[in-house]
C-alpha cells in the first residue's frame, strides 16, 4: 500500500521560502509519475508543478514558473517555493501515479490515483 504524506507547510511573509516534503511510502516509487497540487478555498484542485518517473522533466504552472522548483530523490518528492507571494495561499497536495504517458508527466487530478493529506501554506502580506 502506497502512502504520501506532506510536511514542511506554514505560515509565512510575502517574499519568504518554504520547502515541501512528500514522503513515500511502499514499493517502486521510481515507477510513479509524481505532482504537486494546490487548492485554495471555494476553488478547484489546480496542478501546480509536475515531475517524470526518473526526474529529468518538469512541468509548472505559468503561475509559478521561476518561482517554484519540483525535484525528487529516493526519499520522496520536493517542492521548493521561493519569492512567495499571498495568491500562493492553499493547501498544497502532493500525489503520484503510475502508468505510462508520452508526456512525461501527468498534469490533470484525474490522472492521479494516490494523494496524500494535504499541508497548508499561508502567505501574508
Known amino acids: 500500500q502506497v502512502q504520501l504524506v506532506e510536511s514542511g507547510g506554514g505560515v509565512v511573509q510575502t517574499g519568504d521560502s518554504l520547502r515541501l516534503f512528500c514522503a513515500f511510502s511502499?514499493?517502486?516509487?521510481?515507477?510513479?509519475?509524481m505532482g504537486w497540487f494546490r487548492q485554495a478555498p471555494g476553488k478547484e484542485r489546480d496542478v501546480v508543478a509536475a515531475?517524470?518517473?526518473?526526474?529529468?522533466y518538469a512541468y509548472y504552472a505559468d503561475s509559478v514558473k521561476g518561482r517554484f522548483t519540483i525535484s525528487r530523490d529516493s526519499a520522496g518528492l520536493y517542492l521548493q517555493m521561493d519569492n512567495l507571494k499571498p495568491d500562493d495561499t492553499a493547501v498544497y497536495y502532493c500525489a503520484g501515479t503510475t502508468g505510462y504517458t508520452p508526456n512525461n508527466y501527468y498534469t490533470s487530478s484525474e490522472d492521479y490515483s494516490t494523494w496524500g493529506q494535504g499541508t497548508q501554506v499561508t502567505v501574508s502580506s
Open positions: 515531475m517524470s518517473r526518473g526526474g529529468a
Open positions: 511502499g514499493r517502486a516509487f521510481h515507477n510513479y509519475y
